[in-house]
């Protein structure tokens, strides 16, 4: 055997038993914090979240960290004081300094762990079988060599520095398609709004990414690809993933330059697209460099800096009169089409207006060629395309006085003492009358009694 042959072999062993983790290791988020991969690329452990931090597998080996799998993502983040623990018995636990624990993955009994070049997170039992890793539970990424199977999904994030669960999901459906939908909506082509798939049987396909970008779809029939292949070089690294947005995006990061991820594929959709991107009672309208956020009349942003959240009413409605409200029209906007009532055959739009106005329990109103939907609020999945003839009424309440008399507040209070001495006088007057009423039958009664009476 040669000396560089063993050199090599030392040193591949040697790094190899370095990225092994065994039952008693411990992490904090400020000293020892993660235990890297074999070349450092990819790192398990705390990183910074908030004001606090959180579990999972990021890229370590650029200047910018890249979560690409978080544990327990919906969990608030943890303060500097917080352990990781392996523990003798298999077990790996988060605990707080308040002492309460959580487990980070759903195994036990383990006798080792690993953190791979590939980005997966590996546990092993005693015979050194794989019984967890983190390739086999994604949240919003997909690394290469990892496939996405069947029923898998990537939900996207809250944003780039809040990796809880987002509002947008992509699934590979049993039917072969990999589809785009609203989280928390039916996987139906109502809610969906971008897929690809193989229409061959078998129908189970996976989703895979190799190592040099090519993106595909494959099942016992074939593949479908969906981007090519990048550049093979080893300086290159490439991740899936699910963004805040809506938008399916690969991802390309050149090692030797050290420089930004490149977008090197995503759906050619509208930047609209994605359903629910500007929260309730908003449209969302694209301007062909990136989509803007609008409330519907009537409404505010709930928060400005958080455009996303949605829009609520900016008023209070007080009376559904059709004397105090009037209908703003709103051109080639449109919402997702629940109506309370039967869609109603009106030639235009002033009947359609004239509609919602006499009906209290109508708020906004849709008039396309000849049909007038009533609808109420919450209002989602609003959009504005120049294409669509679509008009959106909505009904707003105005200043416009009623036909009533109105008192004002200090003479609604005169109004209010004067009823309260009248109201004391006759209650008064009727105690009197009670107490002379008995006083003469009592008298009455006395005189009528026959002598001899007690």
């Known amino acids: 055997m040669t000396p560089i042959f063993l050199f090599s072999l030392l040193s591949a062993i040697f790094t190899v038993g370095q990225s092994i983790v065994k039952p008693g290791s411990i992490l904090t988020p400020t000293t020892n914090s993660s235990w890297p991969s074999p070349s450092g690329l990819y790192a398990f452990g705390f990183y910074k979240q908030g004001n606090g931090f959180a579990v999972g597998v990021f890229l370590a080996r650029i200047s910018r960290k890249t979560v690409v799998w978080t544990a327990n993502r919906d969990n608030p983040p943890v303060s500097a004081e917080a352990t990781l623990s392996f523990t003798s018995d298999g077990r790996l636990v988060l605990q707080s300094a308040q002492g309460a624990e959580t487990s980070v993955a759903n195994f036990s009994s383990a006798s080792s762990a690993s953190m791979l070049d590939t980005g997966n997170f590996v546990v092993y039992n005693s015979t050194n079988s794989t019984i967890w890793e983190s390739f086999q539970n994604p949240t919003d990424t997909l690394l290469p060599t990892q496939r996405l199977f069947y029923d898998d999904v990537l939900d996207s994030s809250v944003s780039e520095s809040n990796q809880s669960t987002g509002r947008f999901r992509a699934i590979m459906q049993q039917d072969g398609y990999l589809a785009l939908y609203p989280l928390g909506t039916?996987?139906?082509?109502?809610?969906?709004?971008?897929?690809?798939?193989?229409?061959?049987?078998?129908?189970?396909?996976?989703?895979?990414?190799?190592?040099?970008g090519h993106l595909y779809l494959a099942n016992g029939s074939g593949i479908v690809t969906i981007s090519e292949a990048g550049n093979s070089t080893k300086g290159s690294i490439y991740r899936l993933r699910m963004d805040d947005d809506g938008f399916l995006r690969l991802y390309s990061y050149d090692l030797d330059q050290n420089g930004n991820w490149s977008i090197i594929w995503s759906p050619a959709i509208?930047?609209?697209?994605?359903?629910?991107?500007?929260?309730?009672?908003?449209?969302?309208?694209?301007?062909?460099?990136?989509?803007?956020?609008?409330?519907?009349?009537?409404?505010?942003?709930?928060?400005?800096?958080?455009?996303?959240?949605?829009?609520?009413?900016?008023?209070?409605?007080?009376?559904?009169?059709?004397?105090?409200?009037?209908?703003?029209?709103?051109?080639?906007?449109?919402?997702?089409?629940?109506?309370?009532?039967?869609?109603?055959?009106?030639?235009?739009?002033?009947?359609?207006?004239?509609?919602?106005?006499?009906?209290?329990?109508?708020?906004?109103?849709?008039?396309?060629d000849g049909a007038c939907s009533k609808q109420r609020p919450p209002l989602r999945f609003g959009r504005r395309q120049q294409t669509d003839s679509n008009i959106a009424l909505i009904k707003l309440h105005t200043s416009t006085p009623s036909t009533d008399k109105i008192v004002p507040k200090e003479r609604k209070k005169e109004v209010r003492v004067d009823i309260l001495i009248i109201s004391i006088s006759l209650v008064g007057f009727a105690f009197i009358v009670l107490a002379i009423s008995g006083i003469a039958i009592y008298r009455s009664r006395l005189c009528g009694k026959p002598k001899g009476a007690s």
């Open 186 to 212: 039916p996987y139906s082509i109502e809610y969906g709004y971008w897929s690809m798939g193989i229409n061959a049987p078998p129908l189970n396909a996976t989703l895979n990414l190799d190592d040099d």
């Open 270 to 368: 509208d930047k609209c697209e994605p359903k629910g991107l500007c929260g309730l009672n908003a449209f969302c309208e694209d301007d062909g460099k990136d989509f803007h956020c609008t409330c519907l009349p009537g409404f505010a942003f709930i928060d400005e800096s958080k455009r996303s959240l949605g829009c609520e009413r900016n008023f209070t409605t007080e009376s559904c009169k059709e004397g105090i409200n009037t209908m703003k029209e709103v051109p080639n906007t449109m919402w997702e089409n629940v109506t309370y009532s039967l869609p109603l055959l009106l030639p235009t739009k002033e009947e359609c207006r004239n509609a919602c106005l006499q009906d209290c329990n109508c708020e906004a109103a849709l008039f396309k």
